[in-house]
């Protein structure tokens, strides 16, 4: 059998890392499938809200990664409908797959240059046509849609969903009789390790976020969420700020919280550091206002720290199954019970919810079926 020859479009890729979710997908997803599909990967030269190519990574040619894949770091200046064309039809490509929606580079013009082609193409929406990211320049997205479609650029395109719920909304806002492929995202390639212990002192709690300083993940609400909590609570924040007057109303929030909660950021982390970084916390704290997965949320479980989150993602019955909170948005007050609850909690209480924690992240860890199905998807 052939291994299928894939050409995959995104704005960022290893060893940048910034961007956070999108990233951590494909570069997954290249790790399970390594061998078995053949991916060139066309993307920039320097990380999220970065001007510069910091990694030194050659550009404008075809190099091979870590594992084995071919990737083409393209420069600003080298950046044109001509060249993508000429990638584009260079190569004799099984599949097209885009992942985003909304990126000039990376979906707007191959989708463009592939219009009423015969050639496979999947776009993966990676939870851009979620209820609360739709809500944030509404207009302008819900303009972006309709023009896509009035130019044919969405015509013969088949989709990625990671859940259900996703599917849905790729139905609503592309058509009723879009082909959309439902397949869940992959963990990072770990070993099943055992969580290691952690000690837990009723009224004392390490909160820990791993996300973009963003509206979309819901930072300003996290932090004011900490208002009235009784105990000493540290809430330590990764990751980049993108909106610097969203993050001025989270600082000024920070300061007006009590002595004993302590909130600080400390920039991005590494791929490579998260899952240590959350080990060291008692529980993730990441109220976003969706996500189509959760990179983030699943690297928590497998460490096995529950996880207090909105009721917008797809870990959903997390207190039935004892590994963490998952509750709506629309009742704020829960959130900060919540956390006054996780304060007060004991050893054996908190050990209990590690246990269950990690139950889910194992599970999910080894079922072989999100691997099969990616590769199905991929399948011609």
């Not at 909160?207 to 979309?216: G, H, P």
């Amino acid at each position: 059998m052939s291994v299928p020859k894939v050409l995959a479009f995104i704005d960022w890729y290893k060893p940048y890392f910034k961007a956070g979710g999108p990233v951590r997908s494909l570069v997954n997803l290249v790790e399970h499938l390594q061998g078995r599909i053949d991916f060139h990967i066309i993307t920039g030269d320097h990380d999220y809200t970065a001007t510069s190519n910091e990694a030194g990574v050659p550009t404008d040619q075809w190099i091979t990664a870590d594992a084995g894949e071919q990737v083409y770091h393209a420069s600003p200046e080298a950046r044109s409908v001509a060249r993508w064309r000429e990638l584009i039809t260079g190569g004799s490509w099984d599949l097209v797959y885009i992942n985003g929606l909304y990126s000039q580079w990376s979906t707007i013009v191959p989708l463009w240059v592939l219009r009423g082609s015969q050639l496979r193409r999947i776009v993966a929406v990676r939870g851009m046509l979620a209820a609360g990211p739709m809500r944030q320049s509404a207009l302008k997205k819900r303009l972006f849609l309709w023009v896509m479609k009035r130019l044919g650029c969405f015509r013969g395109v088949e989709f990625q969903a990671t859940i259900a719920e996703e599917k849905a909304d790729i139905l609503r806002w592309i058509g009723p009789r879009t082909v959309v492929h439902v397949v869940p995202n992959l963990a990072r390639k770990v070993s099943d390790v055992p969580p290691k212990s952690l000690e837990k002192k009723p009224g004392e709690l390490r909160l820990i976020s791993v996300a973009r300083i963003a509206e979309e993940k819901n930072t300003l609400f996290a932090i004011e969420r900490l208002t009235g909590v009784k105990g000493r609570v540290r809430f330590d924040l990764y990751g980049t700020v993108y909106d610097e007057s969203y993050f001025a109303r989270c600082q000024e929030a920070i300061r007006a919280l009590p002595s004993e909660i302590e909130v600080r950021w400390h920039g991005q982390l590494a791929n490579e550091a998260v899952a240590a970084a959350i080990g060291e916390a008692h529980v993730l704290y990441m109220p976003s206002v969706g996500e189509n997965f959760g990179h983030t949320m699943l690297e928590a479980l497998i460490v096995g720290r529950p996880l207090l989150i909105s009721d917008r993602t797809p870990w959903k019955g997390l207190e039935a199954a004892a590994a963490g909170w998952d509750l709506p948005l629309e009742d704020p007050a829960r959130f900060t019970a919540t956390v006054q609850r996780a304060v007060d909690m004991d050893q054996a209480a908190y050990d209990r919810l590690v246990q269950g924690a990690y139950a889910i992240g194992a599970r999910y860890l080894n079922d072989p079926d999100p691997v099969e199905r990616s590769y199905r998807m991929f399948r011609p």
